[in-house]
Structures are given as structure tokens and as C-alpha cells.
């Protein structure tokens, strides 16, 4: 059986891979949450009488775009 390489002698990279992995899931938690707020902004338009075209154009995405960010 092959013997396992000794993980003390990388501590500080195992430490470097720890803080990249707590760095990337919170920038998903943000992502998940500016998402949100993009709905709501969204609908918010929407309420107001925009149509998802209007919008789209003011973004400079296409109206599936919009429906896809309302789909979320």
C-alpha cells in the first residue's frame, strides 16, 4: 500500500486552500443574494408598468435574459 505524503509538511498550503474555499463559498452566498435583489428590482419595474423588453434594452440583454433572471 502506498504510503500517504506527510500533511504537515504543508501546512500552510492546506491553510492557503482552506481560506480560497471559505473565500469562494462567501462570494456564492453573495452571489445568491445580489441575484435576489435583482428579482425584486425586477419585479419592481415590472409593478411599476415596464415591460421585460424595456428593461432588457435599459440592461443591454435580451428579454429571455430578464426571464431567466426572474426564473431564479
Known amino acids: 500500500m502506498p504510503q500517504s505524503p506527510d500533511v504537515s509538511a504543508h501546512q500552510e498550503t492546506f491553510q492557503r486552500l482552506k481560506e480560497v474555499?471559505?473565500?469562494a463559498l462567501?462570494?456564492?452566498r453573495?452571489?445568491?443574494?445580489l441575484?435576489?435583489?435583482r428579482r425584486d428590482v425586477?419585479?419592481?419595474l415590472i409593478a411599476e408598468g415596464f415591460s421585460?423588453?424595456?428593461i432588457a434594452r435599459e440592461l443591454g440583454v435580451t428579454r429571455q435574459?430578464?426571464?431567466k433572471m426572474?426564473?431564479?
Open 26 to 28: 462567501e462570494h456564492a
Open 35 to 37: 441575484a435576489a435583489e
Open 52 to 54: 421585460q423588453a424595456d
Open 21 to 23: 474555499r471559505a473565500e
Open 30 to 33: 453573495l452571489a445568491r443574494q
Open 70 to 72: 426572474l426564473a431564479c
Open 42 to 44: 425586477i419585479r419592481a
Open 65 to 67: 435574459a430578464i426571464q
